[in-house]
């Protein structure tokens, strides 16, 4: 049931990110991200971060320290480095 729950939340994730994607992008020169791998972000992110963590709004840190963040959570946790990649690619998508 928890899986399912964190599965809904990320789906809702995405898909309010990227109805509100074309404003947010206006203000930035945000590099292009796949979508797909934006969705296997999200929900990475809501699987893999919520099992230790409190979720935070990805706009709470920058590109720059949320790739900090990543990497040493990578190593930390033993994530791999392609799951790391899409948890990127959202949060940083999320952030522009």
């Known amino acids: ?3 399912f729950a964190i599965t809904s939340i990320a789906s809702i994730v995405v898909i309010g990110l990227f109805a509100l994607g074309g404003e947010a992008n206006s ?3 945000a590099p292009d991200f796949d979508p797909i791998q934006v969705a296997r972000g ?3 992110w809501a699987q893999e971060c919520s099992r230790c963590h409190n ?4 706009s709470e840190l920058t590109d720059e ?3 900090v963040s990543t ?5 930390r946790a033993n994530i791999p480095g392609d799951v790391i990649r899409d948890i990127q690619a959202f949060l940083k998508n999320a952030n522009n």
């Open 71 to 75: 990497t040493h959570m990578r190593v």
């Open 65 to 67: 320290e949320w790739d």
């Open 1 to 3: 049931m928890k899986y």
């Open 42 to 44: 999200a929900q990475s």
């Open 55 to 58: 979720l935070r709004a990805p």
């Open 27 to 29: 203000q930035q020169s």
